[in-house]
């Protein structure tokens, strides 16, 4: 039993630092996505397509940013 709360003890803080590091490495790729696309070829332009920068932390299943762009190009067309 005490082995079994000492597993639980050491799992939660790991699994919660590791969530940490997940959401910098996250925080990060969006700014740099983001920054890439507001100077890029068409600029603001382009920029104004994206969602806002907390959709974008949210929706983490997300890693292409071309995806978060597809539903305005195809209103457009």
């Known amino acids: 039993m005490v082995e079994i709360f000492f597993s639980i003890a050491i799992a939660i803080p790991v699994a919660g630092i590791l969530y940490c590091f997940f959401v910098l490495h996250r925080n990060e790729w969006v700014y740099k996505q983001r920054m890439k696309v507001l100077f890029g070829e068409n600029g ?34």
Do not use: C
């Not at 969602?51 to 209103?75: C, E, G, L, Q």
């Open 44 to 77: 603001f332009k382009e920029f104004q397509k994206l969602p806002s920068y907390d959709a974008m932390m949210r929706k983490f299943w997300i890693w292409d940013v071309n995806k978060f762009k597809a539903d305005d190009r195809t209103s457009e067309e």
